[in-house]
């Protein structure tokens, strides 16, 4: 959600600009936030999933089975 040199909407944009002419790419969205604005945020992007940190093995291989399996 806070990055330093793009915030999240404009990486997104660029993000879509970048893969117009390509299948979307799946998109996880790592962050230190879980403000609630941040959240109701998140869930409006095209994102396919919104992982908190610490990120940790247990998370990564839940990502990998719900997205890639």
Known sequence: ???????RLAFWEACVQMFLAHPQPVVIMLTTSL???????AQQLPIADFLSKPLTQEKVT???AKHFS
């Open 62 to 64: 839940a990502i990998l």
């Open 1 to 7: 959600m806070n990055m330093p040199v793009l915030n």
């Open 35 to 41: 403000h609630e604005r941040d959240l109701a945020q």
